[in-house]
Every structure is written in structure tokens, then in C-alpha cells.
């Protein structure tokens, strides 16, 4: 739907013909799994990284991101990600207990928040990357659509936070985007 396909649209651009569009929708609904090949075919033609069409496989740092982006696309705003900030001032806190201090702001829910931690430095440089892509949306320095191009083609899309060009270009020029606000 994103790239504005039909699955009679994407089976021709695969090469499945005319009734490509009922085996993509057997696809869909689990009655069918593509071969490797196909799923590579299907994402080459939605420009798209092919692991964010793939099963997942639950125990790498990959995974666990796609895992993640999919999760807040089914339930916008579900993850939030933050910036720890240590505090080492005395409190009356449990010692044996990680205690993070945040402010309350509009968007906090009503009970106190539960944070996550990893302490696996591959994903946690996935998560600083994607926290600023949200600030970014947030504050109106990109665009939901390509927000959600980063993270299709993630990690393709990465930047090590400016360090590097991704491989992936994801955002738009600045006359796209004053073609589609104008």
C-alpha cells in the first residue's frame, strides 16, 4: 500500500502474469510462503530491504529491530525511545535498582513508564539512530513517509548518526517536498 501497488501491479512487475495478484494474496494470508528467490523478486520491485519481508528469526540484533518497527506500525506510538541521562545524586531510591529520571511531558501515559535497556552495543547503536529519526518526525525535519522509508530499507538507511552516508537514500530533496506540500 505504501508504494501505491496493487497485487495484480506487483505480480506482473515480478513476472507472475495475469494471476499473480491471487498468489501474492495467498501470500498474504499465510496459505502460501514464498521461495527465497521470489521474496527477493517482490522486494527488489518495492523497493524495499528483504528482511523486512521475511519471517523473522528471533535472536540477532536485526531481528530484533525489524521485530520492533513492524510492532510500532501495528500500534503507532507504542515504543518510545529516550535518552538515559545518570543521576548521581543521593536519593532514597533501592540501590539494587536502575532508577531513570524523566520530567512529565503531554505524551507520558498516566502510570509511570517502563524503560528498556540493552546491553548489546549493536543494538543499542540501532536504537540511538532510531530515537533521533523519531525526534526528527517529531520535530518536523522529515517526513512520515520517509520515516517509514528509513525503515524499510533499514539498515541500509543507517548513518552511525551522521557518521557515513547510508547505502540506502531515504530522504527526500527538498523540491520533493515542496511539491508534495505545494
Known amino acids: 500500500m505504501f508504494r501505491k501497488m496493487t497485487q495484480k501491479d506487483l505480480g506482473l512487475a515480478i513476472g507472475l502474469g495475469q494471476n499473480g495478484a491471487n498468489r501474492l494474496a495467498q501470500y498474504e494470508m499465510n496459505y502460501r510462503v514464498p521461495k527465497k528467490e521470489l521474496l527477493d523478486k517482490i522486494a527488489k520491485a518495492l523497493d524495499v530491504n528483504p528482511m523486512a519481508l521475511e519471517e523473522s528469526d528471533l535472536g540477532s540484533a536485526s531481528d530484533l529491530m525489524e521485530t520492533l518497527f513492524w510492532m510500532e506500525e501495528q500500534s503507532r506510538g507504542c ?95 527538498e523540491s520533493e517536498k515542496s511539491k508534495i506540500q505545494g
Request: charged content about 35%; some cysteine.
Open 79 to 173: 515504543i518510545r525511545l529516550f535518552q538515559m541521562r545518570r543521576n548521581d545524586e543521593k536519593h532514597n531510591y533501592d540501590s539494587n535498582k536502575l532508577v531513570v529520571e524523566y520530567r512529565e511531558v503531554e505524551d507520558m501515559p498516566a502510570h509511570q513508564p517502563t524503560g528498556i535497556y540493552f546491553k548489546y552495543n549493536t543494538v543499542d547503536q540501532f536504537l540511538a539512530e532510531w530515537r533521533i529519526r523519531q525526534e526528527e518526525l517529531r520535530d518536523g525535519h522529515i517526513t512520515q513517509d520517509e520515516y517509514f522509508e528509513w525503515k524499510l530499507n533499514w539498515p541500509a538507511t543507517c548513518d552511525n548518526l551522521g557518521k557515513f552516508e547510508p547505502t540506502k537514500q531515504w530522504r527526500k530533496l
